[in-house]
């Protein structure tokens, strides 16, 4: 059995300290709680989590890998839905932050993003993962990193709020909080690029443990 992470560095491991950042590029950590919910099982670990990923990025990763067919656990975190995913003409994945100050992301961010496209697109995203999952008897445990996923006050006609109410069951938590906001609330260490770190691994990987056994019984 083999588990297969999916998301952004908070599946990847920015900053905690395998991330390979002192060499010549950044690799995957063993240290994120998917990863150490794998060592528990004995299963062997494949992270395909990338920094800085939008949910269009981490659907397609999804969608790949559910055609492979070898038994696997998926183990996936959505991201921040303000995250703009793109492929260039060589098909390689570009991703357009709010905190990017060049001339693509000034006109994106001023001209052509909504708060309403974001929602509808991101749940989108998640019901067909979900459904593609379920349709292929892959067993997943999905949690989400941006509370406007589920917000009702604004942009948030029939569309939204239909499939807020179906996606939502499928989405869990910690402790009734995303994983950087349940890091705060315990007071667990968190890098200045606000990374939770290592001890806050560790301590949601029991939290998430009997969700991941439940879905593999």
Known sequence: MKIKSFGCSFVFGTDLADDGRDGPY????HLTWPALIAKELNFEYLCYARPGSGNLRILENILTHSTIGDPSVFLINWSWIDRFDYTTT??????????????????????LHSQYRDKLTTLIHIDLAITTLQNQNIPFVMSYTDELIFETEWHAGPAITSLQDKIRPHLLKFEGQTFIEWA?????PISPTMHPLEQ???????????KVLKVIE
Do not use: C, E, G
């Open 26 to 29: 950044a690799t995957f950590s």
């Open 90 to 111: 060589d098909d390689k994945w570009q991703t357009i932050l709010p905190v990017d100050t060049d001339k693509t992301a000034d006109f994106y961010y001023r001209i």
């Open 184 to 188: 705060k609330a315990n007071r667990y």
């Open 200 to 210: 806050a691994h560790a301590h949601a990987s029991d939290l998430m443990m009997p």
